[in-house]
């Protein structure tokens, strides 16, 4: 019951509110419009991240009697499992980023998850253990995604797109296509004539 939940849980957070705009990947023309947009939460202090996570936890424990009989679970959630999906739905980290990550890391009390510098690093396991490092551009939000097996070699790895130096890298090439284009009609138009 709503009532419920807003007279037993009152607390608030001071966050910023961003949105990042999505395209699909196509082979034809894009469209002007995304194909969807996802919102950015950047939660001002990492003890909110705590805060969240006790609550949610002591909202599932209560449920858990009532779901369960309606065939759903609310499972507990470890601050691991906690920042894991908060990592992979568009996770956002305030600057300092090193200090934010570390802070956070330790508010929450995580286990399997470490930071170094602008990355997130966790230790994961399946079939076999590996790494999965996450690391934080200038925006605040995902920049790499990499997949590491237990020799450190990479298995898989995303460089996003939304990179700053991409932008900078378009106006160069640019640059010298346009000077190599005007070096060439110069020299064309030099040439003596026979």
């Known amino acids: 019951n709503e009532t419920t939940i807003n007279a037993n849980y009152t607390d608030s957070y001071n966050l910023w509110y961003g949105v990042r705009a999505v395209w699909n990947f196509t082979?034809?023309?894009?469209?002007?419009?995304?194909?969807?947009?996802?919102?950015?939460?950047?939660?001002?202090d990492p003890l909110d991240f705590k805060t969240i996570l006790?609550?949610?936890?002591?909202?599932?424990?209560?449920?858990?009697?009532?779901?369960q009989l309606a065939g759903f679970n609310f499972p507990y959630l470890t601050a691991d499992d906690f920042l894991w999906h908060f990592a992979l739905n568009g996770f956002a980290v305030a600057s300092p980023r090193p200090v934010y990550l570390t802070e956070l890391i330790n508010e929450l009390?995580?286990?399997?998850?470490?930071a170094s510098g602008s990355t997130l690093v966790f230790e994961r396991s399946g079939e076999t253990n590996y790494t999965i490092e996450i690391s934080y551009g200038e925006d605040g939000t995902m920049s790499f995604f990499t997949v590491k097996d237990v020799s450190e070699s990479v298995i898989f790895q995303i460089i996003s797109a939304n990179s700053e130096w991409v932008f900078y890298l378009i106006l160069v090439i640019l640059a010298v296509c346009g000077a190599g284009l005007v070096a060439f009609i110069v020299i064309t138009r030099r040439k003596p004539k026979k």
């Open 27 to 44: 082979v034809g023309a894009y469209l002007e419009q995304p194909s969807y947009t996802e919102d950015i939460l950047v939660f001002k």
């Open 54 to 67: 006790d609550d949610y936890n002591t909202i599932a424990a209560e449920l858990s009697g009532f779901i």
């Open 109 to 114: 009390g995580c286990v399997n998850v470490s």
